[in-house]
């Protein structure tokens, strides 16, 4: 069974930074799977957020978030990260790991891709 653990949330200013993790435990290789961020405010549906492939060579971002947050992997650690600068109020949410076996950075962007969820982790970012 797959098992995703976020963690690294919690409270900052507008314009700090946060880096978020996910540590993946499961019976595949963690090199095996496309992982994505994901976030959901309050009242709103989840989102896309980044993505990057199994292979590590390919990312992904919304357009809400390029240029200000970037993710990458570290296989040997089996974490896959979230750097988060420049933090808006709007970035409030709660921010979910995914995972699906063998899926490219691109298709990461549906939601229906994902087959394995994290808990979450809590981000909350006053201005």
């Known amino acids: 069974q797959v098992q995703l653990v976020e963690s690294g949330g919690g409270l900052v200013q507008a314009g700090d930074s946060l880096r978020l993790a996910c540590v993946y435990s499961g019976a595949n290789s963690f090199n095996r799977y496309g992982m994505a961020w994901y976030r959901q405010a309050p009242g709103k549906e989840r989102e896309f957020v980044a993505a990057?492939?199994?292979?590590?060579?390919?990312?992904e971002y919304a357009d809400s978030v390029k240029g200000r947050f970037s993710t990458s992997r570290d296989n040997a650690k089996n974490t896959v990260y979230l750097q988060m600068n420049s933090l808006k109020s709007a970035d409030t949410a709660v921010y979910y790991c995914?995972?699906?076996?063998?899926?490219?950075?691109?298709?990461?962007?549906?939601?229906?891709?994902?087959?394995?969820w994290g808990q979450g982790t809590q981000v909350t970012v006053s201005s």
């Open positions: 990057v492939a199994w292979s590590g060579d390919r990312t």
């Open positions: 995914g995972a699906s076996l063998s899926a490219p950075a691109q298709a990461l962007r549906i939601m229906d891709a994902i087959v394995y």
